[in-house]
Each structure stands twice: as C-alpha cells, then as structure tokens.
C-alpha cells in the first residue's frame, strides 16, 4: 500500500511538471540550444511535419510494429488501434516522420515506468505541445510492457509515452491512461535502461522537464551524460 500511495504521489507530480512544460511552450518561444546540431537533428530539419504537426494526422493501420533502436539494444511494440485509437493515430504519425530520433529516456523509475518522448531540438517541441489529443477510453491495463502516453489532465497527451515495469493498474485512479500497445521484444533491454537520475527535479535527481522543453539536448548531455536514448524508431511490417 506504501508503495502504491508513492507512486501516486509521483504520477500526480510528473502530471504537474508536464502541465508546467506546456505553460513554459505558451508563455514564451522555445529558444533552440546553442550547441552543434547533430546528425539526427539535421535530419529532422528535413521534415517539415517536425515543425508542422498539421502534416500528419494519417489515420493509422489496425495493428503494426514499431522498433526502437536504443543505446541498450532494439525493443518491439505491437501496437493495437482498437485500444486507444486517438493515442496510436499520434503514435503512428511521430514514427513514421522521424520524431523519435535521438530522444532521451530522461525520466526512469525503476519498479515504476520509463519515460521519453521531448525532441532533442526546443522549436519541434514546442510545435508538438501544442498540438494535444483527445483521451481515449481506458480499455486494458497498465501492466508490464505496456505502452501509454503521459498526460497533464484531461485531453493533454503529446509526444511523450512511458513503458511500465510493473503493474501500475491502479493509474487508472489517476487520469485516461489509456495503453495504446506492448512490448513483445526487449523487454530485457528496457530493464536496463539507465535509472540513476530516477525522478525529476525537484522531487528527486532528474531533469527539470521545463529546461528539458526550453533547451533541448544540450541540456541532457551536458548536466545528465548516463541517459539512455532512442536512436530512432521505426515502422515494421503489419503482424498478419
């Protein structure tokens, strides 16, 4: 019981911080990080969805996988548009035009979930943030391998999603968070996704979410170097 109430309290936080990004993303024009871009950002560069969230709203396939390629090893989702059709039209989309590229696993709580979902460019962020989706009704559980978006209340989901390590069935106490789909391989590589940070400011040692949003990857790679990363993600063939 103790350890569900901590969770609680952290869902409810992480729900708080994310509320807090979307203000920072309102209140003022992201200001890009002035470091060298890398490779993945110049490539997204060449998507004009990236910056113009209006491109990609592709309704997307019944069923499909998803690879992440990750600095720990690859990790396949099954992704189902029956559980959360609102949720894996956004997934499908950010896949299929490059966001998940160079995209930090910055929040990770062991026996909890791991976190990514900000681009490692602010101006692609700050595009997306405002661009939220519609909750989808609760239809499976929030066990181990499920995959969800975050949220900041009602209707707010982006970019960001976590993978859960555990049976968090009870985060449906908590706001629509609905699985939009499972990892069926890797599961192994996602538990060893780097969790020493664990929470984030100011509740623990993590990244603040807000300068994360505001400063991109230079921030992560300077003050945060043990992260683990999506290299890039991409479709795979639909499961007959």
Known sequence: MKTSTSLAVTLILAAVML????????????????????????EKEANPALVDPSLATETAPDAFRVKLETTKGDVVILVNRSWAP????????LVKI??????AFYRVIRGFMAQCGFSPD??????????????????QANTRGMVTFAMGGPNSRTTQFFINFADN??????????????????????DSIYDGYGEGTPRGRGPDQARVAREGASYLRKSFPSLDYIIRATLEETPE
């Open 19 to 42: 509320a807090l990004t979307s203000a920072v993303f309102a209140d003022e024009k992201a200001k890009p990080a002035a470091t060298e871009e890398s490779a993945a950002a110049i």
């Open 86 to 93: 609102n949720g894996v039209d956004r997934f499908y989309n």
């Open 98 to 103: 490059g966001y998940y590229s160079d995209v």
């Open 122 to 139: 602010p101006k692609i962020s700050a595009a997306w943030s405002r661009k939220k989706i519609a909750d989808d009704p609760i239809l």
């Open 169 to 190: 069935s009870y985060l449906k106490q908590h706001g629509a968070f609905a699985p939009f789909g499972k990892v069926i391989s890797g599961m192994d590589v996602m």
